[in-house]
């Protein structure tokens, strides 16, 4: 085998890459720090549960709620403790999967970018602990809440490291676009939510969501690998950034109208929709998630055609509202979007249940 620092094509790219140290691939992390027999038997569930709210058949709705990032182990795992008690009281309407982003998307580029890059958000990256780190938070989620999780695949290289623990993956609003997101979307087991991009077009997220749904072949980790196609792939409405710079919603009774017409120009496997009530429709206010949430609902009401097509929330929550800056040490609150606290966010979910 030719030795790659002899290539002129490594040595090409060795001007502009710095090649650290060798991670440990998904495989070896995943043995290090194995899911239990037990509670992959009750992934299955689990996930069974979730599926069936997502075509309608069980009508329940699902709520993916969490921090904007988990940002810290100690204050995720206090906030999905209080969460599994929730669930309890809501069973029967709602279907909860706690929201476990462990890698952040920046617009720029620069800034905290997720546990993955920062396992300590005031030190520099360490990404050989952020792999290790993003496992072990899920897992200890999942140990603590009997709940399996949702993160964002921002990275789709990344998704071996916890395929086998998450129940819903979300792609993002710069990321649904891309081409290897959704063909790696449609081998993902469970569903996977194709947010609007930030340009707010309905028939790009829906060519993502229909990539997503259909058998794909390509490289995947010097792999050529084929799919059977994702038929839970469906779109998360996040609202849009306008020509005009500003927050624009796009959650409301006419926007939902226009997205099931828009579903039905094309073939599509259990057409859905998931209202992120934060981002853009909400103008990063959180509060007004409690508002956006009531509000789908009511459309829900007068329409059978929309609430044949909901099928679920997502929220940003943590246990102190707001957001802050890096450094300032308050537990449990964002540091980088703002959040719906803990006792906004368990009467928000109480009255979502009420309401169903």
């Avoid at 462990?102 to 990404?127: A, C, E, F, Q, V």
């Avoid at 609003?173 to 087991?189: D, I, K, M, P, Y």
Wanted: aromatic share 6%.
């Amino acid at each position: 085998m030719q030795n790659p620092s002899n290539s002129i094509e490594f040595e090409v790219m060795t001007l502009s890459m710095n090649f650290k140290r060798r991670l440990p691939i998904p495989k070896e992390i995943r043995e290090e720090m194995p899911l239990s027999d037990s509670l992959a038997a009750t992934k299955e569930s689990f996930d069974a549960e979730v599926s069936d709210a997502l075509t309608g058949k069980s009508g329940k709705l699902l709520v993916v709620v969490g921090p904007c990032s988990a940002d810290r182990e100690d204050a995720v795992l206090e906030y999905v403790t209080r969460l599994a008690k929730l669930r309890e009281s809501v069973a029967d309407k709602l279907v909860l999967i706690p929201r476990v982003y462990t890698n952040k998307p920046r617009t720029k580029g620069t800034g905290y970018k997720g546990i993955l890059h920062n396992p300590d958000p005031s030190k520099p990256d360490d990404l050989l602990e952020g792999v290790k780190a993003i496992r072990h938070l899920h897992l200890r989620v999942i140990e603590e809440s009997g709940m399996f999780t949702a993160d964002e695949m921002l990275y789709p290289e990344n998704h071996q490291y916890l395929f086998d623990l998450m129940s819903y993956v979300a792609v993002g609003a710069r990321s649904t676009e891309n081409q290897g997101h959704r063909l790696v979307a449609s081998g993902v087991s469970v569903p996977v939510g194709m947010k609007n991009p930030t340009g707010g077009s309905l028939s790009v997220m829906l060519n993502s969501i229909y990539a997503a749904q259909q058998p794909q072949t390509f490289i995947y980790r010097n792999w050529e690998v084929e799919t059977t196609g994702n038929p839970l792939a469906h779109a998360v409405l996040r609202g849009r950034i306008g020509s005009d710079g500003g927050w624009h919603a796009n959650y409301h009774y006419e926007h939902l109208e226009r997205l099931s017409t828009a579903y039905k120009t094309g073939s599509f496997a259990n057409p859905a929709v998931i209202v992120d009530c934060n981002h853009d429709n909400s103008g990063k206010r959180p509060l007004e998630q409690m508002r956006i949430c009531n509000e789908v609902l009511d459309s829900m009401a007068r329409s059978k055609v929309i609430a044949g097509l909901v099928r679920g929330f997502m929220i940003e929550s943590y246990l102190e509202d707001g957001a802050q800056s890096i450094g300032e040490g308050v537990f449990g609150k964002s540091i980088t979007d703002p959040c719906l606290g803990w006792e906004k966010t368990s009467h928000l979910i109480m009255s979502l249940a009420d309401r169903l």
